[in-house]
């Protein structure tokens, strides 16, 4: 239905391709609609194509490819079925090499447009495994009648819909050629109507799913579970209500953990817990931050939003004092355990809203040499704008959202005096539109 209100006319129309948007749409200008900018999946810059308007809105348009007349080089075959109708990935028809190249082309521009600075210099780009990386994640599951079966699996590009998924090649393959198997476990349970959604998370040396249910499962339904655990090599975990109230059902003890070879230091977790979801990219992500952080033997280095460590261990091995701080509490007091596992008595940990004012928290007073933060998709602004920046000679500031990098770039740059002297993309979700990034600041 048309945003505007007005029925929405589907004629098919053609159009020449001239961007790529930041979500890996196409981006066109209508003739006959005064230019109008039309977003369209599934097409490529430099491509020809017929599409099908699917909505309208007063700034721009929406549509999809129904027809490719002339192909960007750039094109590829996507090797999922499932290419163009689950959002779980939106740039497969893009070819691999290509696809980082236009994140760093997001990055870029929203640096300039948003912060309205330009890096000294553009680090390489991190990639890692195209395929079969996805180690954390959500699956949708709903019980569709009219299909009588149950899909379990990522949402449609219409997000009111789950995909009906057979395979997906961008998780592990553990769990993503098992789909069929999870869709045929929860249809045959009496319960599958109260089961919303299945989360999954891999260790180095388990795979764990944890089924949110609605209601009570019965006997029946939990045996069912556990026998299909046995079978395929799972740990279940159960959810009736909050974060708070998952618990094991098979096996009793899970170990759920990954090592950090490089660091020497292992990372245990909860089925629920933050973790990078892309295992390889993240120990070439954590070398390139210490590596740009140039961490010294007598530096005090600050880390906020820290999660279970991640970046804080492996800083601890070679730095005078690391502290760590987090909002989530469970996250920290996981943290604290993997620094007294690891034998790291020079790494702190403090739980704080890094949104809220903080300026007489014990932490924020004492003396640091240098700032890592890897923050939400929100950013850092707000604690960026209590912390002492004066007192710190260099900033490492990973992030998962360009936008909200580049403001907070512009901040450290043109209102603190810091230089942008370095930043880069990362490809931490291959085959999505997702831009990982890293950025050095310096005094």
Not at 100 to 117: S, T, Y
Not at 254 to 267: A, G, I
Not at 327 to 339: M, Q, S, T
Not at 344 to 369: E, H, I
Request: proline share 6%; net charge neutral.
């Amino acid at each position: 239905m048309a945003r505007s209100g007005r029925r929405l006319d589907r004629t098919p129309f053609q159009t020449d391709i001239l961007d790529l948007s930041h979500d890996g749409r196409g981006v066109a200008r209508r003739e006959g609609e005064g230019g109008k900018v039309t977003f369209i999946s599934g097409a490529l810059p430099g491509e020809v194509v017929v599409a099908e308007p699917t909505s309208r809105s007063r700034h721009f348009d929406e549509a999809r490819t129904l027809e490719v007349l002339q192909a960007s080089p750039e094109r590829v075959t996507p090797r999922c079925p499932h290419f163009g109708t689950c959002a779980g990935c939106v740039l497969q028809h893009l070819e691999e090499g290509q696809q980082i190249v236009a994140k760093e082309r997001v990055l870029m521009d929203n640096l300039q447009r948003i912060g309205h600075v330009t890096p000294e210099r553009v680090l390489p780009a991190l990639v890692g495994a195209n395929w079969g990386y996805r180690r954390k994640g959500r699956f949708s599951v709903r019980r569709v009648e009219k299909k009588d079966k149950t899909l379990v699996g990522f949402r449609e590009q219409d997000p009111r819909f789950v995909a009906d998924l057979s395979v997906c090649y961008t998780v592990i393959p553990q769990i993503g050629e098992k789909i069929t198997a999870l869709s045929a476990l929860v249809e045959s349970l009496d319960g599958k109507r109260d089961i919303p959604q299945i989360e999954f998370i891999a260790g180095d040396d388990a795979v764990a799913l944890t089924v949110r249910h609605l209601q009570p499962l019965g006997e029946a339904d939990r045996q069912a579970l556990v026998a299909f655990a046995q079978a395929q090599d799972f740990a279940i975990f159960l959810q009736p209500g909050g974060v708070e109230s998952v618990h094991p059902l098979w096996p009793e003890n899970v170990p759920l953990s990954f090592r950090l070879p490089q660091w020497d230091v292992e990372l245990a977790f909860r089925p629920l817990d933050f973790i990078q979801v892309n295992a390889t990219l993240n120990e070439k992500m954590i070398d390139h931050a210490l590596r740009l952080l140039d961490a010294q033997p007598e530096d005090r280095i600050l880390d906020l939003f820290c999660g279970l460590g991640n970046f804080t261990l492996p800083l601890a091995r070679g730095v005078r004092e690391v502290v760590g701080v987090e909002g989530d509490a469970g996250l920290v007091a996981r943290a604290k355990e993997n620094a007294e596992r690891n034998g790291l008595a020079n790494a702190q940990f403090f739980a704080a809203d890094l949104t809220q004012d903080q300026r007489q928290a014990p932490w924020m007073r004492q003396g640091f040499d240098k700032l890592l933060l890897d923050p939400p998709r929100s950013g850092a602004i707000d604690v960026l704008k209590q912390l002492p920046l004066k007192k710190f000679e260099r900033i490492v500031y990973v992030s998962c959202h360009p936008g909200s990098l580049a403001r907070d770039a512009g901040f450290l740059v043109n209102e603190q005096g810091f230089k942008l002297k370095a930043a880069g993309a990362m490809d931490m979700f291959p085959h999505t539109a997702h831009v990982e990034s890293i950025a050095l600041f310096e005094r």
